[in-house]
């Protein structure tokens, strides 16, 4: 395969903005894999979709991206493969300060920008207009959701879920698996996982809500 040339996981909707990213990369994709078998042999924006996930040939010349919002699902579709390609996607109207260290797999998406010596783990999505300071550590399999502010220094954990408009202040530590629900303010470590909302946000006594709800992204 070229390395100009990859194919994509998912062909929900997520898959829609990954591909336009892709577009703005001049890269082209190959073919889509998706487990949904009622898309097997259409169309997405005339890109195949060529089968189930399992399909997709795992060996080195093989790059592909994972267009997936869910970070458990992206988790467990990564471990799947042990040999294929992950590359990152930055598009091209990100500020990404070239310090910043990338894991395979991430996505950085239109009008980011992310400043000076921040780390982005692996196949972490990294949504349009966030801004990331400086010092971050954003760990694998999160997703930070658009216009979401991180000031300097914060770090957040594993397979957290920062959602639409959330700030979160200087020098605040987030766990793994926590979701902060659009528009909350992140004041004081959060430090068990769950779901956090509200000015200041605090954890709702209710089960986590799955961070595929629309209400948070």
Not at 24 to 47: P, Q, S, T
């Amino acid at each position: 395969m070229s390395r100009d040339t990859v194919y994509m996981i998912g062909a929900g909707d997520h898959a829609k903005v990954v591909m336009t990213t892709l577009e703005a990369c001049d890269i082209r994709c190959a073919g889509i894999y998706d487990d949904n078998e009622n898309l097997w042999g259409k169309e997405l924006w005339c890109v195949p979709i060529l089968g189930p996930v399992s399909a997709m040939p795992d060996n080195p010349d093989t790059m592909a991206v994972i267009a997936i919002g869910a970070n458990n699902v992206r988790k467990e579709i990564s471990k799947k493969f042990s040999n294929i390609c992950w590359p990152v996607i930055v598009h091209p109207s990100a500020n990404v300060h070239s310090s910043v260290r990338l894991g395979p797999g991430a996505i950085i998406f239109a009008g980011t920008i992310i400043q000076a010596d921040t780390v982005i783990g692996a196949h972490s999505i990294i949504n349009a207009s966030v801004l990331i300071d400086h010092d971050c550590r954003i760990g694998n399999y999160c997703h930070i959701l658009p216009r979401a502010c991180i000031a300097d220094g914060v770090s957040v954990g594993d397979g957290s879920f920062i959602g639409i408009g959330a700030v979160v202040i200087p020098h605040t530590l987030i766990a793994e698996d926590v979701t902060v629900g659009a528009g909350s303010t992140v004041i004081r470590n959060l430090e068990a996982n769950g779901t956090y909302v509200g000015t200041p946000a605090r954890r709702i006594s209710r089960p986590a809500i799955s961070n595929e709800e629309e209400w948070i992204s």
